[in-house]
């Protein structure tokens, strides 16, 4: 798909549809925080479907929007986005900043074994 870029709105709106899979217009305003119009709700999936992000399906009168864009695969776009822009395309100045944030020990541990465990993927890769 190529470079995935929502608004914060239609993140929003993404998050709802990961959680709780193909919804209806009515069942993404509920579970929205924000206290938005039916129409801007609605606006904003037909958007979002024009730019392939969600699908619809009929389902009686209304119809129900699925999300066709991984929360890994959008993810995985933001974050080589936040890479190239805030730490100069350097993944080892994000690792750096991240954990300089306030972690706790255990969290840190994880993230250790986590690179150990990658370090000897690659290696068996070899």
Do not use: C, Q
Not at 23 to 49: F, R
Not at 79 to 95: A, D, H, I, M, N
Not at 105 to 118: A, H, S, T, V
């Amino acid at each position: 798909m190529g470079e995935i870029r929502f608004t914060e709105r239609e993140l929003d709106i993404m998050s709802v549809l990961w959680s709780r899979g193909p919804s209806t217009v009515a069942e993404v305003l509920e579970a929205l925080e924000d206290d938005l119009a039916y129409n801007t709700v609605l606006t904003m999936l037909k958007i979002m479907e024009d730019k392939g992000y969600v699908s619809r399906s009929p389902e009686g009168r209304a119809h129900r929007y699925a999300a066709e864009v991984e929360r890994d695969e959008a993810g995985e776009s933001a974050l080589e986005r936040v890479t190239e822009r805030l730490f100069g395309g350097s993944p080892e100045k994000l690792l750096l900043r991240l954990v300089d944030t306030e972690l706790d020990p255990d969290e840190l541990r994880r993230m250790r074994d986590l690179l150990d465990r990658r370090l000897r993927e690659m290696e068996d890769e070899r």
